[in-house]
C-alpha cells in the first residue's frame, strides 16, 4: 500500500467512525478508498476528477438553460462521434444546419472538415468533434466570454472523458479560448500546445478556409503536423 493510499483509508475510516459516534448528518455517503482515489486530483491539475461517461455528462447538461443562448437554439449540439478518439476538434459554436440538426460540422464546413479528416486516412467515425459552446448564437456571432464559461465545464469533461492525444482547435474562437490568449489565428496556428494531457494545435476554421481557399495549403501543414503526433502517440 502506498503512502497515498494508506492516508486515503485512514480519513476513511475516520469519517465512518465520526459518522457513527455523530448524528450531526455531515456525511452524506462513506466512500471506499478505491472511489476516493477516483476523484482525488490535485488542485489545477488536468487530470479528469472522475471517471465518467459520455451518456452521463450529457444527462447532467440536460435541457440547459445555463445561458441565453438556449432561448433561441433550435437543438443542443453537444458532440459526436468516437468516445474513445485519439483526434478531437473543437470548434467555435453550431451554425444554422447545426441547429437545426442537433449535430456539429453538418453544413458545408463540415463537409469541409469531412474532407480534411479523410485527407489524414481518417473518418468522422474516428473522432470526436464538439464545439466552445453547445447552443447557436444568434446570427452566428462570436459567443460571448459568459457563454463560453457556462459551457466549459462540459466541454471539459468531455476531453477528460475521451482523452484524446491530440486536440484541434479549429478557428480563432476555439483557440483563443481554450489557450486563453488574444493572439489571432494567424499567429498562433501551427504550434503545439498542452490542454487537459492532450496535445492541442490550432488551425483555420473550415467556414474561413471556404472564403479563403489560399488558405488551405497552410491548414493542409497543420494537418500533417497533427498525423505525426497520433502516429508519434502510437
Known sequence: MTEKDWLIEQISERLSFYQSITGLGFVRKVETPAQMRAVVAAPGS??????????????DLGDCTRCVLHEKRTHLVFGVGNPNADLMFIGEGPGFEEDRQGIPFVGPAGQLLTKIINAIDLNRDDVYIANVVKCRPPG???????????????????????????????????AQNLLKTEEGITRI???????????????????????????????????KLIRRLLNDAE
Not at 488536468?46 to 444527462?59: G, Q, Y
Not at 500546445?193 to 483555420?204: C, H, Q
Not at 476554421?205 to 495549403?217: C, G, I, Q, S, T
Open 46 to 59: 488536468d487530470e479528469p476528477v472522475k471517471h465518467e461517461t459520455l451518456e452521463v455528462i450529457r444527462a
Open 140 to 174: 452566428n456571432r462570436d459567443p460571448e466570454p459568459e457563454e463560453v464559461e457556462e459551457c466549459r465545464p462540459f466541454l471539459d469533461r468531455q476531453i477528460d472523458t475521451i482523452r484524446p492525444k491530440v486536440i484541434c482547435a479549429l478557428g480563432r474562437v476555439a
Open 189 to 223: 496556428r501551427g504550434r503545439i500546445y498542452s490542454y487537459r494531457g492532450a496535445k492541442l494545435v490550432p488551425t483555420f476554421h473550415p467556414a474561413y478556409l471556404l472564403r479563403n481557399a489560399e488558405k488551405k495549403r497552410e491548414c493542409w501543414e497543420d494537418m
